[in-house]
């Protein structure tokens, strides 16, 4: 149903009943029916003005998203500083830890990717070419990048298909998303609904790294890196 409201445990990415695979997209991606059909014809759109659209990533659930946390906190994985520079995790504290992952990745539980109305957007013909991997960078996105007429598409147009760019300028906590969709109906209902306290229950049942630290700051985290996404309508810019 379109305006369903998700259980707990969808909105949080502990199960998966809201999301579906699609036969024409490999089975992996995973998205709301409603979500599916407005990409589609997007993708549909953006190829009649010879430009091509594929998902880097769609649904991802909490377990998923508290490995990447985990590996980024403990220096298994890289982190950065919001322009993309390589930051030294074993030279920061856990406070700072906690701001560069959230910078680039979401806390467990309220990360957009588990609401199957969000997904990472990229056009895929210069990667299968050159067989080179996307990287989701910045650069890839802006003039001269593969992804740069994809770009400059979706800020025209992905409005039409019910689609927003909730990371469409760095704000002081996520850094610019170029990349990153939101199916905007779907969406918002989500965002409400994400509160506080449900986010406080379930970090303080899960194996995060850095707990203690996240659940003493959880109020301001929200703040910065939650609930200050871009509305609906800010495209952000191209450059
Ligand atoms: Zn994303």
């Known amino acids: 149903m379109l305006n369903a409201v998700l259980s707990v445990?969808?909105?949080?990415?502990?199960?998966?009943?809201?999301?579906?695979?699609?036969?024409?997209?490999?089975?992996?991606?995973?998205?709301?029916?409603?979500?599916?059909?407005?990409?589609?014809?997007?993708?549909?759109?953006?190829?009649?003005?010879?430009?091509?659209?594929?998902?880097?990533?769609?649904?991802r659930d909490f377990d998923r998203q508290?490995?990447?946390?985990?590996?980024?906190?403990?220096?298994?994985?890289?982190?950065?500083?919001?322009?993309?520079q390589l930051l030294l995790t074993e030279q920061l504290s856990s406070a700072e830890r906690v701001a560069a992952i959230m910078t680039w990745s979401a806390l467990p539980g309220a990360s957009r990717h588990h609401w199957g109305t969000d997904c990472d957007v990229y056009d895929p013909r210069w990667f299968s070419k050159h067989q080179q991997p996307l990287q989701l960078v910045a650069a890839e996105y802006q003039s001269g990048g593969p992804c740069y007429d994809a770009a400059l598409w979706l800020q025209q147009h992905a409005g039409d298909f019910g689609f927003h760019f909730p990371y469409a300028?760095?704000?002081?906590?996520?850094?610019?998303?170029?990349?990153?969709?939101?199916?905007?109906?779907?969406?918002?209902?989500?965002?409400?609904?994400?509160?506080?306290?449900?986010?406080?229950?379930?970090?303080?049942?899960?194996?995060?790294?850095?707990?203690?630290?996240?659940?003493?700051?959880?109020?301001?985290?929200?703040?910065?890196?939650?609930d200050s996404a871009c509305a609906p309508g800010d495209a952000g810019e191209v450059v």
């Not at 508290?66 to 993309?84: C, F, M, Q, V």
């Not at 409400?192 to 986010?199: D, H, I, K, N």
Request: with cysteine; proline share 5%.
């Open 9 to 59: 445990a969808e909105l949080t990415g502990q199960q998966a009943t809201h999301v579906s695979s699609h036969p024409q997209f490999a089975p992996a991606l995973r998205l709301r029916a409603p979500v599916w059909s407005a990409f589609i014809a997007m993708q549909t759109a953006a190829r009649a003005d010879a430009v091509e659209l594929a998902l880097a990533s769609a649904f």
């Open 66 to 84: 508290l490995a990447i946390w985990n590996r980024k906190y403990y220096g298994h994985a890289p982190l950065y500083d919001e322009h993309g």
């Open 169 to 226: 300028h760095y704000q002081g906590g996520v850094a610019a998303e170029p990349w990153h969709l939101s199916f905007t109906k779907l969406a918002e209902p989500c965002a409400a609904q994400l509160t506080t306290e449900l986010l406080e229950q379930l970090i303080t049942a899960s194996e995060l790294a850095a707990k203690d630290y996240v659940l003493a700051q959880l109020t301001e985290l929200k703040q910065r890196y939650i």
